[in-house]
C-alpha cells in the first residue's frame, strides 16, 4: 500500500493556486451575447477575407476537422472538455480496470513536453527536490528538470534487450535518496521501444514507504499491441500519471497536443498552473477530429502500414553487413540498431561515421544513440514510408561498404583519430 498523500507530496504554493477564472467561465458565450471581456478584437482575425473564406469553406465543405478561421480573434475554449471526453473514449478499454476515466482525469497540454514540465513544476520544489530517470531514455525528462533547478537520480534500465525496469534499484533508491518526488518511465521507451511489464510498474506504484509519483509516458503506445495502454489505470492509482501525445501514431506532431492522465486531484493541479489558453481552437479542432471514429480509423490505416515497414526493416536489415543487433523492442515507430565496424564490433565511431554519411551525402537522416547509456553503436531509426524505407535500406547499405573498405584499407587507428578530432569518443 502507496504511502502517497497529495497534500504533502505537491509543492504547497502550487496545492493553494486558484486557477485563472475568465468571464466566460461565468458568462457562456451562446452566440448572442456583446463579447467586451477579453480585449479581443472585435474586427476579426487580420488575415485576408479571400484566405478566410477559403479556408472555412475548404474546412467546412468536405467532411474533415472544423476550424472557425473566422472565430480565430475569440481566445479558444480554457476547459476543452469536448476534446477531453473524446480522448477519455479512446482510453476507456478496461482492460485494465472497470472504472471509467473522465474529462476530470485528464490535463491538455502543448504536446506532452507541457505536461513533463508541468508536473515538475507541481511537484518538485527548485534546488531541493528530485526526479528519478531510467536511462536510456527520453531527453526531455532531464532538460525539464534542469530548467526548473530539479535534482536528478539516474538508475539505469536493465541492458538491452529487454531494457526492462531495474526494480531492485528503483525500489532501493526510493527507500533511501531524499526528496525524491516523481519516477519517469517510458513505455515503450524511447530510445528502447520495449514496452515496460505493467507488473513492475506495478511494483513501484506499491512502494511502502515513498511518498511521491509515478509518471509512465506512453507517446508511442499506439504502436504497441492493443490494450497495452496504461491511461485508464489512473481510475486505480491515485500516484500514477499516464503521458500521451497526438504526435506519434495520430501524425499531429505539428499542432502540438498531449495529454496527461492521472487522479482529479492531480489533474486540477496541472490545470492550475498551466495558461488559461494553452491549446489553440485550431489545434482543438485537428486534435477533436483525429480522435474521432473517422480520425482513429484514419490512424489504424496508417498504423498498418508502419507496422509492415517496421517487419520489412527487421527482416531486411540484418542482411546488411555492417549491421548488428536489435537492441530495443519493436513496440514503437522506431527500431535500435548496432553499427559494427570491419571487425564485426559494435562501435560508435563507425555508428556517428554511418549517421554523417548518410545525412551529408545521401539524404537521409536518423538518430546517433551511440552515447546513451547501454546503447553502444546505435542508431534509432524511424519507420518511414515503403519509399523512405527502401531508400535508407540501399544508402545504409552502401555507405556501410564505403567505411568499412575504409577501415580495412586505413592504418587501425586512422579512424579513431577522426573521431578524436571531431570530438568523439567511442
Ligand atoms: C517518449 C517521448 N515522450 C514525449 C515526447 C514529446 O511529445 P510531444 O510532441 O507530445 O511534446 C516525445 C517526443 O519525441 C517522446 O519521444
Not at 25 to 41: F, P, Q, S, W
Request: aromatic share 6%; with cysteine.
Amino acid at each position: 500500500m502507496s504511502p502517497f498523500n497529495l497534500q504533502t507530496c505537491a509543492r504547497a504554493n502550487i496545492l493553494a493556486l486558484e486557477p485563472y477564472r475568465c468571464a466566460r467561465d461565468d458568462y457562456k458565450d451562446d452566440g448572442t451575447n456583446v463579447l467586451l471581456d477579453a480585449n479581443e478584437n472585435a474586427y476579426g482575425p487580420s488575415l485576408p477575407k479571400v484566405a478566410v473564406e477559403k479556408a472555412s469553406s475548404s474546412a467546412t465543405g468536405t467532411k474533415g476537422p472544423e476550424i472557425d478561421v473566422e472565430g480565430l480573434h475569440r481566445y479558444p475554449d480554457p476547459h476543452q472538455h469536448d476534446l477531453k471526453q473524446l480522448l477519455c473514449n479512446l482510453r476507456n478499454t478496461h482492460h485494465h480496470t472497470s472504472k471509467t476515466i473522465t474529462p476530470e482525469n485528464l490535463f491538455v497540454g502543448v504536446g506532452s513536453d507541457e505536461a513533463i514540465d508541468g508536473l515538475l513544476r507541481c511537484f518538485c520544489v527548485p534546488g531541493r527536490d528530485r526526479i528519478l530517470v531510467c536511462p536510456p531514455t527520453y531527453g526531455m525528462y532531464s532538460v525539464s528538470a534542469q530548467v526548473n533547478d530539479v535534482g536528478l537520480v539516474k538508475v539505469p534500465l536493465l541492458p538491452a534487450p529487454t531494457f526492462g525496469i531495474d526494480i531492485d534499484a528503483v525500489t532501493s533508491a526510493l527507500s533511501n535518496e531524499k526528496d525524491i518526488k516523481l519516477v519517469y518511465f517510458c513505455s515503450p521507451g524511447n530510445p528502447t521501444g520495449s514496452l515496460l511489464a505493467k507488473e513492475d510498474v506495478k511494483r513501484i506504484l506499491e512502494h511502502p514507504t515513498w511518498n511521491g509519483v509515478v509518471v509512465l509516458d506512453e507517446a508511442y503506445i499506439d504502436f504497441s499491441p492493443d490494450g497495452a495502454s496504461m491511461a485508464e489505470w489512473v481510475a486505480e492509482w491515485p500516484n500514477l500519471v499516464v503521458l500521451q501525445t497526438l504526435s506519434k501514431a495520430f501524425g499531429l506532431a505539428g499542432i502540438r497536443l498531449g495529454a496527461a492522465f492521472a487522479s482529479a486531484p492531480i489533474v486540477r493541479l496541472l490545470n492550475s498552473l498551466k495558461a488559461p489558453y494553452n491549446i489553440s481552437s485550431p489545434t482543438s479542432a485537428l486534435a477533436s477530429y483525429a480522435v474521432s471514429a473517422e480520425g482513429i480509423a484514419t490512424m489504424r490505416g496508417n498504423l498498418e502500414k508502419i507496422v509492415a515497414q517496421r517487419n520489412r526493416l527487421i527482416q531486411e536489415l540484418p542482411k546488411i553487413k555492417g549491421i548488428g543487433r536489435l537492441r530495443g523492442g519493436t513496440e514503437s515507430n522506431f527500431l535500435l540498431y548496432e553499427i559494427l565496424n570491419a571487425k564485426g564490433e559494435a562501435d560508435n565511431v563507425t555508428a556517428l561515421a554511418v549517421y554523417e554519411t548518410l545525412a551529408e551525402n545521401k539524404g537521409v537522416v536518423v538518430r546517433f544513440r551511440g552515447k546513451e547509456h547501454g546503447c553502444l553503436g546505435c542508431l534509432r531509426i524511424t519507420v518511414g514510408t515503403e519509399d523512405e524505407v527502401t531508400r535508407f535500406l540501399s544508402a545504409v547499405e552502401k555507405t556501410l561498404t564505403e567505411i568499412h573498405a575504409k577501415q580495412d584499407g586505413a592504418p587501425a587507428d586512422e579512424a579513431k583519430k577522426e573521431a578524436e578530432a571531431s570530438g568523439v569518443v567511442a
